[in-house]
Structures are given as structure tokens and as C-alpha cells.
């Protein structure tokens, strides 16, 4: 008897998405020696929606052109199934084709003027609107259908929100008008619209509500199965808290590889940002065996090797399942195969270790995208916290990402760092448990306009922390500007690192700010001088203005009057990454309980339990670090892994997973030592304690 805990159970999932012409030519054999050449566990497959690919008795629910007699989505579910596999049946239900449009255009998106809204990208088929009849009923009755008459374990829904934008069609005025009493917003995003706030609300409820609907259908017919949405990197916050805890068995979250100047770390925070919102739910991370390039979307090719093996392993590193997933069953290249094998043969050995070991860190990031910022009406992550991101990574500093919305003392317990980038946007509340945890003794590193306005967007006279932050605000930020550098003042650890220098360069948007009594400030800003002609450049003025103010009257506080995050991001000074480092370094106490030292680029997650610590390095080290994709991953040069040794513990056993193979610990200075040599891609150092 299946049930309902199969989510925790599928931990490597295989995806094939089919083309309409697929039934024609599918090879079955195939695709079952990649489930088990992979130890794919789970299968994801397409069944309906936009195209049926079986014989779907619904009307307008159009069939694959080339389906026949044939029955491929059935063919794929008992192959799975004669692995002892798990499988999701995908649907799609973002367009429909032209006679399910002219027979029901009141399904249809429409624009501000009511025209339904033509596919964007293949003209002759329709966008449909979520807040119609075609999600809450003629796909409900699709999930009904397909969960009756095969052996599927949920549903999978791919572009479930419908149309991205607002739809003006008549159902969804009428809803929206009935439950909120405005008309729908004339522009996304417009802060001086007041429907703007109410409809992000009223979406994000209305959505919820469909998901709920779907999976109470699927639960009726098959009360072990599910309906699982797909997300989008950042989409879980569109969904009601309350709605996770009854519904989410697990995430799948859409992020299917790097593109442009993505770093390779990329793939770890994806399953960082779902710990850090939902700690306790599985998470699937898709990845694409082809590239991700969406100005020209080459869905039908191949990445390099080394790219799609780093994707997929840094991202279970830091906790997500992998997940593959190749668009049209047809392979005319076949090089992405042995990619996957590889790395999910590595998740697969590194597995019973990892799942059972949850991940530890002392430092955590505060991830404002999470919340929806609508004063700036981004999702998406800022400059300022990649470049955060990026200087953690770089300095081997372990830390984890806390969502906005989730803050609470509980959130923060384990932690003794909190990092705001430039957490622009925070409520009272969450100003008042950032202050009782620095009360407590916890550290903080916060950097520029950081709670200087409310949850809604509106700006305060001063910082929400100006009393943790140690600083009142005397102009507000100024700016982009050029040439701005921070001289060394005083002695402190923070600017400690920089040897011989006397200033350093600073940044392009600047807060003036007034450093209040009992605080340090170990940096200032020089004032502003000519850049051009090249004769006028010299500094006319002694440092003035506080740059950098640190207080430690309880926890360890830093505070950054300049957007170092995101200067860093688009320069990438070592001076910034280093004097991030060394801040959160100083109000930490020192290093990390558990880090690695060494040269080269890797991501580190850390896992902890009652017996020992697993340290995972992942290795970054590749000549296109931070500009996609990785050719060829260079092995990392000698490492060594330190870890702090708990009370009453007087060693540890260490043991290399990857490698299977024991190695030497040494125990100096209440630390435990192994050297680490020959990480190609992975490497994960197990320590057993010995206790007294």
C-alpha cells in the first residue's frame, strides 16, 4: 500500500518532458536504462494539459497529433514502476489550442483592452487566465482523470499560475472586484496604484486556494497522492504559510542551470533559500541538460558535462534533490548522459550520510526576496546580497539563508551572525527581533539603507535599528558617485587585513551618517575629489563622515554606511570581499567552528549530529568561475578541513566518502585537522567523535 511520506522517499528524479511528435518514435528502452544507470528513484513525466499524451476521453483536451493507438505517458509509468520508482505526471495548463479557444474564450488571459492574449512565442494558441473556469475546473477534471486510470503518486503542474502578468478577463475583474472592491491595477508594480499591494495579496490568496482545490481532487481519487506546483527560484512567496503546512509535501523548484555572469554557487542557494523559508520540506532542484540561456533559448541542446555535474552538486550539497530534465524524448546528443550518471551516482553514495545529518551553520544571511519587496517591486536577489554571497563563499565562511518573512527568535536561535546585505525593507517586528537577538549576544552585520523603510515600503525618518546599529541618519543615500574612497581610522579587527594601506576604495551610493556614543569607527569616508584631469587627483580633505561603525556593548555589531554588497558584486575588489569577511569574522569571535583553508574556490555546507560533522567541499575551481558555463573543473590544491572540537569530545576518526577511503585527524589547539588533497568535484570529510 503506497503512502502518503513517498515525497522523502524520492530523492533523484528523472524528468522527461515530451514534444508533440514524441509518440511517434519513443524510445522506451532508452529511457529505462537512464533511470537506472542514474538510480533515479523518481519520475517525473509528461501526461496532459497543454497536449495529452494518452487517451484522454476529455473534451478540448487536445491529444498529441501523433498519439494513435499509442499510450506513452502509461508506456513510461510502468516502466518506472517495474523499477520500483516513484512517478509525477506533468501537466501544463498556461495555453490551449485555437478550437479550445474559440469554443471557450472565456478561458483566455486577456489585455487591458479584453483582447485575448496570443502564446508569445508560438502564435495560433492562446494564454489562459488561472482565475477561470479552464484551472478550477477543466483542469481539476484533467488531474481527476489522469490520477483515476494510472499508477502515478501526484501531479505536476509546469506555468500553473497561467498568464504572468495581470489578466484583464472578465472572471478575473469580477473576482477581484467582488473580494476587494477595486478594479484590477492599470500597471504591474506601480507603488502610487493602491490596487497594486491589494492585488499581490488577493493573487497570491487566489492561487493558493487553486492549489488546494487540485490537491483535495487528486487526494479523493488517491488519498496517498498530491497535486505539486512547480516553483520558480523565488516563487514560494507566493504562497499563503498556512497553505504549505497543510498541502507541500516538498518543493520543486524551477532553476534549471546558470546563465550569463551567474556564479557557480548558484545552484547551493536555491536550496538555501527553501531551507530558509520552509526548513522542514523537501526540495527538488531542476536542472536542465542544456544551457540556460534565455536570450535564444537552445531547449533542445546540450551543456558541457562539467557544467551540468557542478549544477547538480552543489545544489544537493547544500540540500536539494537532484533533478534532471530533458526537453523532447528524442536524443540527437547524447553527451548530458554520462553528466547525470555521475553526479546522481554521487548523491546516491554521499545519501545515507547526508540525509541523515541536518546542515549547520553559525552565520546566516537574511534573504529579503522572499518577502516580496514592493517598493522596489523585484523578486529577484539584489547585487547587494550576490555580493554578500559571493564574499561568504570566497572567505570559507559556512552560512545558511533565513527568509525575511520566517524571522523569528526561534529562526534565530541557532545562529550567532545575522547578515543583512541591505535589508532595505523590514516591519517593526522584525526590527524588534533583530534587537532582542543582538540584546542576547548575537552578532550583526548590516549594511546600507538596511531598515530604513517599512514592510510596505515606506520610508522612516531614520534606521528601524539605529539603536542597534549604533548610527542616526543625517542625509540619506547619495549617489551613484565616483571615485569615493574609506580611509583607515583607529585601530580595530575590521580593518585589520589591509596591511600597509591607509584607505581603500569605498562605494558608489553613500549614506551620511552620525556615529553614536560608544561605538568605533575603524573606517571613514575621504571627501569627494576630481577624477579627471588626472592632475586634480588628490584628496583636499582629512576623512570625515563615519564609512563603517562597530559596538559591541552587547552582541558584536558592524554597520556599512555604503552599498558594499552590491560594489562588490559589479567590481569584485578583493578589499570588499576581504572587509566583509573580517567583519562577520570579528563578530562571530573568530573563525568558524568548522571551515576549510586553502586556496581555489569551493562552497562549503556543513552538517552536524550528536556522533560527528560531516564537511562537504565542493569544488568551483574552473577557468569560467563566474561567467557560464564551466568547461573543465580544475582540482583544488591541497585543503585543510578544521574543526572545533565540542566539550568533553578529545578527537575524531575521519573517514573521506568519496573517496571511501579513512585518513589521518590531528588534534591541535581544541581543533581537529585533516588534509584534504586530489577534490576533483566533490569531497566530503565525515569525523566520528571519540569521546572521553
Known amino acids: 500500500m503506497r503512502t502518503s511520506d513517498w515525497p522523502r522517499k524520492a530523492t533523484r528524479w528523472t524528468q522527461l518532458t515530451l514534444a508533440e511528435d514524441d509518440p511517434a518514435h519513443l524510445d522506451v528502452d532508452f529511457w529505462t536504462s537512464v533511470m537506472r ?64 479557444a474559440r469554443a471557450h474564450p472565456e478561458w483566455l488571459a486577456c489585455d487591458a483592452e479584453g483582447a485575448p492574449i496570443e502564446h508569445w512565442s508560438y502564435p495560433g494558441i492562446w494564454l489562459t487566465c488561472a482565475f477561470t473556469g479552464y484551472h478550477r475546473e477543466f483542469i481539476t477534471d484533467v488531474a481527476r482523470e489522469i490520477i483515476r486510470e494510472y499508477d502515478v503518486d501526484a501531479i505536476f503542474a509546469n506555468r500553473w499560475e497561467g498568464y504572468s502578468g495581470i489578466s484583464y478577463s472578465e472572471a478575473a475583474r469580477r473576482s ?55 516553483l520558480g527560484a523565488f516563487a514560494a512567496r507566493d504562497l499563503e504559510p498556512g497553505l504549505v503546512e497543510r498541502v507541500y509535501p516538498m518543493f520543486v523548484v524551477d532553476k534549471q542551470g546558470r546563465s550569463g555572469i551567474e556564479a557557480p554557487w548558484v545552484a547551493g542557494r536555491v536550496a538555501k533559500r527553501s531551507r530558509g523559508l520552509f526548513p522542514d520540506r523537501p ?7 542544456g544551457p540556460e540561456y534565455h536570450q535564444h533559448r537552445w531547449k533542445d541542446s546540450v551543456a558541457p558535462p562539467e557544467e551540468v555535474t557542478t549544477w547538480i552538486v552543489d545544489g544537493f550539497a547544500q540540500g536539494a534533490l537532484p533533478w534532471f530534465t530533458k526537453f523532447n524524448a528524442t536524443v540527437s546528443d547524447p553527451r548530458w548522459v554520462p553528466a547525470v550518471v555521475t553526479a546522481f551516482g554521487l548523491h546516491a553514495r554521499l545519501e545515507p550520510v547526508l540525509s541523515a545529518m541536518p546542515v549547520s551553520a553559525e552565520v546566516a544571511l537574511l ?79 548590516a549594511a546600507h539603507q538596511s531598515s530604513l523603510y517599512d514592510e510596505h515600503g515606506a520610508p522612516r525618518a531614520g534606521f528601524g535599528l539605529a539603536d542597534v546599529l549604533g548610527v542616526d541618519l543625517v542625509e540619506p543615500v547619495r549617489g551613484p558617485v565616483r571615485n569615493n574612497y574609506i580611509a583607515l581610522t583607529g585601530e580595530h579587527p575590521v580593518n585589520a587585513g589591509f ?45 570625515g563622515a563615519p564609512a563603517v561603525v562597530t559596538s559591541d556593548a552587547q552582541g558584536r555589531v558592524v554597520y556599512f554606511a555604503f552599498d558594499l554588497g552590491a560594489v562588490f558584486w559589479e567590481a569584485l575588489q578583493a578589499d570588499h570581499g576581504r572587509l566583509i569577511a573580517d567583519a562577520v569574522r570579528w ?8 571551515t576549510v583553508r586553502g586556496p581555489g574556490l569551493a562552497d562549503l555546507a556543513v552538517r552536524r549530529d550528536d556522533d560527528g560533522v560531516a564537511v562537504t567541499v565542493v569544488n568551483l575551481n574552473n577557468p569560467m568561475a563566474m561567467r557560464g558555463a564551466i568547461r573543465e573543473t580544475i582540482p583544488l590544491p591541497p585543503q585543510t578541513v578544521s574543526v572545533a572540537l565540542p566539550p568533553g569530545v578529545q578527537g575524531a576518526t575521519a573517514r573521506l566518502l568519496v573517496a571511501d577511503s579513512e585518513t589521518a585527524a590531528e588534534v591541535r589547539d581544541g581543533r581537529v585537522e585533516v588534509a584534504l588533497t586530489g577534490v576533483e568535484l566533490i569531497e566530503v570529510v565525515h569525523l566520528t567523535w571519540e569521546r572521553r
Not at 39 to 63: D, M, Q
Not at 283 to 289: A, C, D, F, K, P
Open 176 to 230: 477581484f472586484r467582488d473580494d476587494t472592491g477595486f478594479d484590477l491595477p492599470r500597471r504591474e508594480r506601480d507603488p502610487s496604484d493602491p490596487a497594486w499591494p491589494v492585488y499581490v495579496a488577493w493573487r497570491r490568496r487566489r492561487l493558493s486556494e487553486l492549489v488546494a482545490i487540485w490537491d483535495a481532487a487528486v487526494k479523493d481519487v488517491r488519498p496517498h497522492a498530491r497535486f505539486i506546483p512547480n
Open 367 to 445: 534573504d529579503p526576496s522572499t518577502s516580496g519587496q514592493l517598493r522596489t517591486g523585484a523578486a529577484h536577489t539584489s547585487p547587494d546580497d550576490d555580493g554578500f554571497y559571493q564574499a561568504l563563499v570566497e572567505a570559507r565562511i559556512p552560512f545558511d539563508l533565513v527568509a525575511a518573512q520566517a524571522l523569528s527568535a526561534e529562526r534565530l536561535r541557532p545562529y550567532k551572525v545575522l547578515v543583512l546585505a541591505n535589508s532595505e525593507q523590514l516591519s517593526d517586528e522584525q526590527c524588534a527581533v533583530i534587537r532582542a537577538y543582538v540584546a542576547a549576544g548575537g552578532g550583526l552585520v
Open 499 to 543: 596591511g600597509s594601506a591607509r584607505r581603500i576604495i569605498g562605494g558608489t551610493r553613500l549614506l551620511r551618517v552620525e556615529a553614536r556614543e560608544g561605538t568605533q569607527v575603524p573606517f571613514r569616508f575621504v571627501p569627494d575629489f576630481p577624477d579627471l584631469p588626472m592632475e586634480e587627483l588628490y584628496a583636499r580633505e582629512e576623512p
Open 283 to 289: 526540495v527538488g532542484l531542476i536542472t536542465s541538460v
Open 37 to 100: 544507470d542514474s538510480k533515479s528513484n523518481a519520475l517525473c513525466i509528461s501526461a496532459g494539459g497543454y497536449i495529452a499524451y494518452y487517451p484522454t476521453r476529455i473534451p478540448f483536451h487536445h491529444r498529441s497529433t501523433y498519439l494513435g493507438d499509442t499510450d506513452p505517458f502509461g508506456t513510461l509509468v510502468e516502466a518506472a514502476r517495474g523499477l520500483g520508482m516513484h512517478v509525477m505526471a506533468r501537466v501544463d495548463p498556461h495555453a490551449v489550442h485555437a478550437d479550445a
Open 587 to 594: 563578530s562571530l569571535g573568530g573563525e568558524p567552528a568548522a
